[in-house]
Nanobody, 129 residues
Framework: QVQLMESGGGSVQAGGSLRLSCKASGDTNTPTCMGWFPQSPGNEREGVARISLRGGSTFYADSVKGRFAISHDTTTNTLYLQMNNLKPEDSGIYYC??????????????????????WGQGTQVTVSS
């Protein structure tokens, strides 16, 4: 089993920055792909960034390219999401997720939440205009 714990959410004004963290514990050698999936009220979770833990390849949704950066620290098993130039439409609960299959990283522009087996509890991000 893998446990994930997010932190770093908060409230910022448009144009501001936040850095989210996701600490993994348990069987941390099992996942091969990790990502961030925000969810806003009335909408489904949709991936904005993924990273392969077998090589470091990164994948971004078009809506965040050039503004968000995903990274992973193997020494601390911590996933990060640096979010710059935030917009009100970026608001939502940001969930950290981990997948066993590496294919989960390469599947589509935003990734499929159904392919990620492990999930954190989420951290709230609110961007005001």
């Amino acid at each position: 089993q893998v446990q994930l714990m997010e932190s770093g959410g908060g409230s910022v004004q448009a144009g501001g920055s936040l850095r989210l963290s996701c600490k993994a514990s348990g069987d941390t050698n099992t996942p091969t792909c990790m990502g961030w999936f925000p969810q806003s009220p009335g909408n489904e979770r949709e991936g904005v960034a993924r990273i392969s833990l077998r090589g470091g390849s990164t994948f971004y949704a078009d809506s965040v390219k050039g503004r968000f950066a995903i990274s992973h620290d193997t020494t601390t098993n911590t996933l990060y999401l640096q979010m710059n130039n935030l917009k009100p439409e970026d608001s939502g609960i940001y969930y950290c997720a981990a997948a066993i299959s590496l294919w989960s990283c390469f599947n589509g522009a935003t990734g499929d939440p159904r392919e990620f087996e492990y999930w954190g509890q989420g951290t709230q991000v609110t961007v005001s205009s």
